[in-house]
C-alpha cells in the first residue's frame, strides 16, 4: 500500500528538465543542411553530408565541389593572425569563435557562426563533406 502511494505521488509530480545544453557548431550546421550523424574515433560528435547522388556516386560518376570561408568574427589582427594559423594544415582544426562559409556546388552558400569555447574540424571525406566537434 506504501509502495503504491508513492508511485502514484512519483507519477503526480511534475517533472523536473535537465537543464538542456545548447547544441554544438556541427550540430547547428547539421540542422541546416542534410547531415547525418556518424561515429567518427577522436570526436565527441560528427557529422557527414553527401555532395553526390546514389546514381551519380555509382552509375555514371559525377563531380563535385565545395567552398570553405573561415573569418575571424571581429576585425583585429590578432585575431586575423590566429584564424590564418589554425588553418594552415589540412584538416584545419578550429576553434571559436570564428565565421564560416560553406558554399555548395549548387550555389549556395551556408553561413555558421562558432562560439569562443567551441572546436571543429570540417573536411572532405571521399564525396561527403564533414563536420566533427572536438
Not at 94 to 111: I, Y
Amino acid at each position: 500500500m506504501t509502495f503504491a502511494f508513492w508511485f502514484m505521488i512519483a507519477a503526480l509530480a511534475p517533472s523536473v528538465a535537465a537543464a538542456e545544453t545548447p547544441p554544438s557548431f556541427c550540430q547547428r550546421m547539421a540542422a541546416e543542411l542534410p547531415m547525418k550523424e556518424k561515429r567518427v574515433a577522436g570526436s565527441v560528435r560528427a557529422f557527414d553530408m553527401q555532395t553526390l547522388t546514389a546514381a551519380q556516386r555509382l552509375l555514371v560518376g559525377g563531380s563535385t565541389f565545395f567552398s570553405l570561408k573561415v573569418e575571424a568574427v571581429s576585425d583585429s589582427p590578432d585575431e586575423e593572425q590566429r584564424i590564418d594559423a589554425m588553418c594552415s594544415t589540412v584538416p584545419c582544426t578550429m576553434e571559436g569563435p570564428f565565421r564560416l562559409t560553406l558554399g555548395l556546388k549548387d550555389g549556395s552558400a551556408h553561413q555558421f557562426e562558432a562560439l569562443p569555447d567551441e572546436r571543429a574540424r570540417i573536411e572532405y571525406v571521399g564525396t561527403r563533406i564533414r563536420c566533427s566537434d572536438l
